[in-house]
């Protein structure tokens, strides 16, 4: 382990995994402060600066206090910090299965190819579209996912068009969610059904038993 390795860390915390396939299991989440995106519907921007310096060493401690095979790190945008990288790389060196959640708008090539990348494309109601890094979808695999959060049918539509030009289901597993507030899962579920999208709808499973807030 790189002793000299550091991160700014918003939070470490036990919780079920409440989206992607692995909806339903018990992780370890590690929350990095800081993000280069300010998306419209944003419900962590509490780890735009908020966090403490914490050594991988340290960091593993807290890890290991969970005894999780599964470890999910997110933010934020945790690709924005750069030792970002040993840590996900060593989190496969340690035996656990992980898996990163990102923006897409920074570079993924150098992910350690043992993680299960979570890619977020940016609709246009999220204001940060244009962000969107379209040479990522060239480092997904099979075990990968890519995830549209949706706040109505204009990026409904947006997303349909890219699933065909970009031929993301052919890729790896393409999830829909239906932004908080703005779109009702149910119409969201509706559309799917009436297009036959080879998609999976996703609901936040944390946020149905215990609401918003951090550590969830």
């Known amino acids: 382990m790189q002793l000299d390795t550091s991160l700014r860390i918003n939070e470490i915390f036990y ?8 909806a339903g299991l018990p992780t370890t ?12 519907y944003c419900d962590t921007s509490y780890a735009f600066q908020e966090g403490e310096t914490l050594s991988l060493a340290e960091i593993f401690d807290k ?4 005894k999780t095979r599964y470890v999910t790190v997110t ?7 750069k030792n970002c990288l040993p840590l996900l790389r060593q989190l496969c060196d340690a035996g656990y299965s992980v898996s990163l ?21 940016k609709t246009p109601a999220s204001g940060e ?11 997904l695999t099979p075990q990968d996912e890519v995830k549209f959060v949706l706040c109505g049918e204009e990026d409904y539509a947006w997303a349909k068009q890219v699933l065909d ?7 790896c597993q393409v999830l829909f969610s239906a932004a908080q507030g703005q779109l009702e899962p149910a119409t969201l579920a509706g559309w799917i059904l009436r297009d036959n ?8 499973l944390h946020k149905l038993l215990w609401g918003e807030g951090r550590g969830k």
Do not use: M, Y
């Open 15 to 22: 919780s079920l995994q409440g989206e992607t396939s692995r």
């Open 29 to 40: 989440f590690v929350r990095l402060t800081g993000c280069p995106l300010r998306c419209t």
């Open 63 to 66: 890890v290991a206090q969970f």
């Open 75 to 81: 933010g934020g945008e945790p690709l924005a910090q």
């Open 101 to 121: 959640e990102t923006s897409g708008a920074l570079d993924i090539s150098k992910v350690d190819p043992r993680v299960s990348k979570i890619l977020d494309i």
């Open 129 to 139: 579209a244009k962000k969107n890094r379209w040479e990522n979808l060239a480092w």
């Open 165 to 171: 030009q970009k031929h993301v289901a052919d890729r």
């Open 197 to 204: 999208l080879p998609v999976r709808l996703q609901i936040q």
